[in-house]
């Protein structure tokens, strides 16, 4: 079966520091990846997608990547703030949408 | 656009009791989608419809009755609910069924007695 992992349940850093979240997924690629937030008591986000043929996409201060060799994807938030703090989910698509288990980040001041 | 609307925000049912989730969404949206999220487990699809009259299975179908009579709506039916049953459900709607974002609920806390 196709799966989606996302290796870190939490992850902590402090205020401007850049936070790297990781997804892996198996068997073949899919056709692309999306990212969402979650935040407590409220239904996911969408954040960005990127295609199997984009290497990466960028919006304001997050940056995604997408590695096809490895299969995996890295998720970037540069400059990070304490109103970043969330659960972020990564979700993959062939012919269904599948998320993984979700990273929670807290950003410390 | 009141985007995607599910009722009820709670609910507490005893084992073998049945009960409809209600998902509704205002966008003209193809694609829906019904997903439980458990502790640990993440987001798991129990079912979606590409479009009215059309419906299939996810990761986690048993249990668990889907119709699509309209685009706007996608009503869950638990048909006799069990303690396994206790979770969160989120109804996802997006433009269609391939590369667009969804777009979630505020979802429904389910606790089964």
């Known amino acids: ?109 | 656009n009141a985007g995607v609307t599910q009722t009820p925000k709670f609910q507490v049912l005893k084992t073998g009791q049945s009960m409809t989730l209600q998902c509704a969404q205002d966008m003209n949206h193809e694609y829906m989608s019904w997903y439980r999220q458990d502790p640990g487990m993440g987001l798991r699809l129990i079912h979606y419809s590409v479009g009215a009259g059309i419906t299939d299975q996810g990761e986690v179908p048993n249990g668990y009755n889907v119709s699509r009579s309209t685009t706007e709506d996608f009503p869950l039916r638990l048909l006799s609910a069990a303690p396994s049953q206790t979770s969160v459900y989120f109804c996802a709607s997006s433009l269609d069924y391939s590369y667009n974002e969804q777009f979630f609920g505020p979802g429904t806390r389910l606790t089964v007695l």
């Open chain 1, 1 to 109: 079966s196709q799966k989606i992992e996302q290796n870190s349940e939490a992850l902590n850093i402090q205020e401007g520091k850049t936070a790297t979240l990781t997804c892996n997924y198996t068997n073949y690629s899919p056709a692309y990846l999306q990212w969402y937030r979650q935040d407590p008591g409220r239904g996911p986000v969408f954040l960005l997608l990127i295609r199997e043929n984009e290497k990466e996409k960028r919006k304001e201060r997050l940056k995604v990547t997408f590695d096809t060799t490895l299969k995996q994807s890295l998720f970037h938030i540069t400059a990070s703030q304490p109103a970043d703090s969330a659960t972020y989910l990564c979700a993959r698509y062939t012919d269904k949408l599948i998320f993984g288990t979700g990273t929670r980040l807290q950003v410390f001041p």
